[in-house]
């Protein structure tokens, strides 16, 4: 047979906004997710794992995030010219089975899911293709008692993981709350809500942006417009600056409320909100009072305030204050694709960011109430309510508080000095394993022992076992201690080096108590 | 705005040949690769988890099973007009980190992998284009002490997740003593390697068929060919009856030895090998002795007798002998795949087959070595070997043998009787998931009671917890053993019943006493 021309050689890369995960990094997640786990449990939930495919026609086109709703997928044809993707999310796979399964499943279904999802999106620094998320969600219960459940399965989830309480908080808002303002200000019309929707959209974006542009920048896009440095003029909503000010009294309300709050706390026992300002329940009373203030002439504003005071008033049956749990109007994230209650957890410690500023560490997870999950394959409204913990953000929380679960410890390495006995070499190893202890024989090419050395150090192995010739005959091992090894060689004087030999001679025999006294077990 | 014209509704069902895990069935297989990843850790193999999208061109065209060699994978092109796609196992991206990492990761390389594969094969009964694999490689070693270590883990992993010692048996053959046996029958000129590969091709497809077509049938591929019942005619390796005669002396010698075998067994003490047939070394010597009596003519096949009898030397230091794994000449499967030792487990208890009929379950893992793992990306061989578990055909085997980690209790439910006291009920499930017990309370539309009944039954609900106003004003709730009720609707009489109520009446302060010993916690 003729011979293949050769072809160039391919190219050893992950494609593009791939990344492969080693080790502790594998381990790290699965612990913290296993833990994450173990709660979802205990509230009930069962897990759920999807297919990682789906058909482009049961996915929809509907990304969460309002900022991005043209991000791609990654699709292909079948044979049958049917397209097919991978999910990007894990709530749309959700929606596909609540209605594939709907006379199956219980009611309410209550599920949680940890997997990989997949963006066609534009990698960057930190930001990759394919990422994990963990979810969960209660589909089929209308009662704001389920949006309860999951902010305190939050709390309870962040807490096992290992941020500690006083660490976060998980804040609550109501997307109904928001259409009572945009009723009140008079961009939304109860009997025909199709009109005003492009001012509505207007309103949102701004208010979205209150950290970025402040008041004043808020104030201009909710009005006539706004012109940025560059000089680009984006539209405004057209309100009446009355109509603006309602939108801002809203807008401001977490300010306001923190302002009143403290001022109570700096004037003490004289100020005659001083008694009042004890009770856990002062705080979130403080702010649906605030709230409404602004919305009490509109119905779903009402509405959704006193499912903010149910929700409040269930999570402190539980237990769960305003130390954990807290009503905050400022959660606008989302609120454009919820429908009633959402929650956001956010670490309140604080990090260095890239260049050397102290700043909050942000948002982890999100969630909140979306009733129209699977009305689009059944027609039929069924209301659900779900919280998306971001894996990797947690994780790096849990790492820059130096909580995160680092199984790092290599394994013990026997080394091979004499290759004609790799039977006695793997006998050890075959002891220490079944005693429990992590250890491996080298396998590499044994010619030359610096190799091996540098080898348990790669595996940051913390003993490495010796037998030559010699001690074959003595009848004895020799352990060599790697981590007090490496203190040694890094700050000891050639004096106490000398004093402290890492190293240890003893019987064959007693090479598994011995591993495990240097192990310290 | 115009509003959009209605759109018909998505189907929510998978794609063709993909499905859905629930409940259970992702504990039970998350509880079994738990285990197998704590045997792989023991033995100083680290987790890597790579991305689930390669590029084509780094995935290669290989598919390991010589049987399907034209299957595709599941690929698209990017917006570079790369061509990617999804993984269809865990070798061939193993293979790229090999050779993307070499300058980092430790020489050799232990590492493990779980997780889905795709295949974009013709889907049939429980054959999913989507499934899990579990895989342990040692990349870097080429000492044949990285195949029996591969094989000892092997071993533990089956004995770890609750296949008894016993019923299964790994079973090793080396891919050099078939070479060893083409040299000699005539078909492999160790000179000029490409020579009669198209003979060793239909001869190495002829002996992996020995189990359909028997001896007779293996015999006719070797020489002149075979027609089978329908008619068609398949063309013949060409060899001669002496040359075919060495093939099948090979083919037939998993049966001649256990004939030898039996014969001592039956003859008893007087057999003049029966002293001999004691030692635990003596079914490994005699197989490697059979085989050395075919192909000592051959420089490679004994060097591939060598190796398997340092494998079995090995694997005997470590205590692991012909009762756990065996060398068998029998194992075929992946002959012309890999390049050194081969290992197959199999699974030797009896289960019935769809027809009733006993049958040994089979084989559950397979692997071997494969030299040329890195060789594609940098143009350096780098030696490996490491076997893939079949995740699904496992998971199966225990629930054959009623091993799988059934994790199906339900969680306790607290009943709705009372919409208005949401908060008493959720303080109660607030206290049993405190105290670590499963509970949740009933989050549908509370106004039909039976309905919350039938939802505790279909959650697998041990208990429902019951307080309606009576039960609230004289502090008390109801528990209903709901495991015992069910015993005592199917089996009991109407008297035991009277006897045996399922539900007790404890005061509210002792709800979670009064669960646990329900639970018999």
Redesign the interface.
Known sequence: ?A?DKPTP????????G??????A???AR?AMLDKIAEVY????F??????????V??L?KFLPDVDRPNEGV???Q?E?A?W?A?RYDLTAPLA??A??YRNEL???Y?RYAMG?V?RNEKPGPGRF??FYQCDAD?V????V??D??IC?MLS?ALEIVGIPRGDYVVRVNNRKVLNGVMEVAGVLDPTDP?RF??ERGVVLRAIDKIDRLGEDGVMSLLTSGRKDESGDFTAGAGLTSHQAATVMTFVSAPRAIARAIAEIEVTGPSHPMFEASLSPHFRNATTIGYLRSIVGLSQIGRDGLDELE?IA??L????YGPDRIVIDPGVVRGLGYYTGPVYEAELTFEILDEKGRKRSFGSVAGGGRYDDLVK????QAVPATGVSIGVDRLLAALAAKGRLAADTA??VVVTVMDRDR???Y??M??EL?SA??????Y???PKQFGNQLK?AD??QSPIAVIQGGNEAEKGVVILKDLILGAKIAQSATLEEWKDQPAQVEVPRGDLVAAVRKMLGQ
Chains 1, 2 share one sequence.
């Open positions: 047979m011979k050689r391919p190219r050893a890369e992950t494609p593009k791939f990344r492969d995960y080693f080790g990094e594998v381990t699965k449990h205990r509230y009930g069962d897990p759920l794992e999807t297919s990682a495919v789906e058909t026609e049961a929809g990654f699709g292909w079948d049958d049917d097919l991978l596909r089975v209605a594939q219980p009611s309410p209550r990989p997949w293709r394919q209660t089929g219960s209308a009662s008692a389920a309860a459940e305190a309870d199709d929707s492009h149910t008033t269930l402190n049956a539980q237990g689009r394959f059944t027609g290599g394994p790799m039977a006695d793997m006998g190893v075959g394993r429990g202890i992590r250890a491996e024989v396998l590499g090419n080898y790669k595996r």
